[in-house]
């Protein structure tokens, strides 16, 4: 009996979670195509019935949405696979998993190898595919820390394993941070955070680490909006800096400028608001019910700019045309995956699955919140994915096997 409660053989799913997920994969490839193809007349049903089928397919095979059917179908198979080994051999290989990451990382900021686009190299193209190791690499760190951290409590309270344990957050949060890409290095913090947390680490640590953050973040803010630009000490990239005065509202005229300056940032502090301004637009605009699948004006006309409408604005063009009721079942459909993970943490057999589990939700939660949060200006503007709905083939790639690994911590839960 104890064997066969140890190595299970029957194949779990655990229902409601897949069910929302296929529901935000229906919503996400829905709204990529409207957010991308919103400007063409006809339909897709129309353009099959005019074309035959070998000019169909060369239509096809290149647009956005289909792009993203092909990255959700090759991420489902990966979590499919992910399901089938025991989570303890996973953690066995989390290491090797993390180095590889670290060298991805290193590699893409190798000119010839990383693929710069708007200011930023964060891609490596590969010819039919574009890799963001910095996805990739969130989910390396996830793996590691938690397997670092299921060793017995009593370990955590010795320095070495804390310090170590910096470490290991540190170097991908430098490297991600150098390409830069500062809403993804932000991002391991509360993943850290809350893994460090649960896992039983001394008070005192968390407390230092807190407040080291709140200081370091305080020191931020006032090096961009009250020091003077020859004051200043923190290294930030100028578009950095401006996102910041975007979300605290703060002008972009320095106090000695002169009126042509003046005049240069104030038309610069137009062009960087407009984005948000117009996602709060989308937003608002969309009322209870919305205006309807592929009959949003600020996306239609343009206002909502194409190049991000289906990323990191997906969110407005949902609220915008399908209002409300199409932005609470969004939420709700996430909020399915992270109370089923909780409970998944809870049901857990062992500290590995729990920290699994409990830092596979964090990583979901901080997605979520930061990107709904930009595009409703509760949080500065990032470029942090909406996972599932968001653009981006290496997003749904590694959300997917994170939703793999949490089904696998199911099927070997304590409880069959």
């Not at 353009?47 to 290149?62: D, E």
């Not at 993203?68 to 066995?92: E, K």
């Not at 000119?111 to 996805?135: C, V």
């Not at 809870?346 to 939700?361: E, H």
Request: proline content about 5%; aromatic content about 12%.
């Amino acid at each position: 009996m104890f064997e066969a409660d140890l190595n299970p053989r029957e194949f779990r799913v655990d229902l409601p979670m897949w069910l929302a997920i296929l529901g935000l994969i229906l919503v996400g490839t829905a709204f990529i195509y409207s957010a991308t193809s919103i400007h063409e007349t006809d339909t897709l049903w129309q353009r099959f019935q005019n074309m035959p089928v070998g000019a169909f397919l060369a239509w096809l095979v290149p647009q956005a949405y289909s792009k993203q059917l092909i990255a959700f179908g090759i991420g489902l198979c990966a979590a499919f696979a992910v399901c089938l080994i025991d989570y303890h051999r996973l953690a066995r290989w989390s290491l090797v998993v993390y180095w590889v990451s670290i060298l991805l990382l290193a590699a893409v900021l190798v000119n010839g190898i990383g693929t710069r686009r708007f200011g930023a190299q964060r891609w490596i193209d590969i010819g039919f595919f574009s890799f963001q190791p910095s996805e990739f690499a969130k989910l390396a760190f996830l793996l590691l820390i938690a397997n670092y951290l299921s060793r017995p409590v009593e370990e955590l309270s010795q320095p070495r394993v804390f310090v170590k344990l910096i470490a290991f957050m540190a170097l991908p949060f430098l490297l991600i941070l150098k390409e830069p890409d500062l809403g993804s290095a932000l991002a391991l913090i509360p993943i850290g955070l809350v893994m460090i947390y649960i896992a039983g680490t001394p008070a005192k640590y968390l407390k230092r680490m807190l407040g080291g953050g709140a200081i370091l973040v305080a020191l931020l803010v006032l090096d961009v909006i009250v020091i003077p630009p020859k004051w200043r000490f923190i290294p930030l990239k100028e578009y950095q800096r401006e996102r910041i005065l975007v979300y605290f509202g703060a002008s972009f005229v320095e106090p000695d400028a002169t009126p042509p300056e003046r005049s240069r940032a104030l038309e610069r502090q137009r062009a960087k608001t407009y984005n948000i301004e117009q996602a709060l637009i989308s937003v608002g605009s969309g009322g209870l019910a919305g205006k309807g699948w592929r009959q949003g004006t600020q996306n239609s006309l343009g206002y909502l700019p194409r190049g991000v409408a289906h990323n990191d604005f997906i969110f407005s063009v949902i609220a915008e045309e399908k209002g409300f009721s199409g932005s609470a079942l969004v939420i709700a459909l996430y909020a399915v995956i992270l109370f089923t993970g909780l409970r998944i943490a809870n049901q857990a057999r062992d500290r590995l699955g729990k920290m699994l589990a409990t830092g596979i939700v964090a990583l979901f939660f901080s997605h979520i919140f930061i990107n709904i949060g930009m595009n409703i200006r509760l949080m500065p503007v990032t470029g942090i994915p909406l996972p599932l709905l968001s653009y981006g083939g290496t997003s749904v790639l590694c959300t997917l096997i994170a939703a793999g690994i949490l089904q696998n911590v199911y099927i070997y839960r304590k409880s069959f």
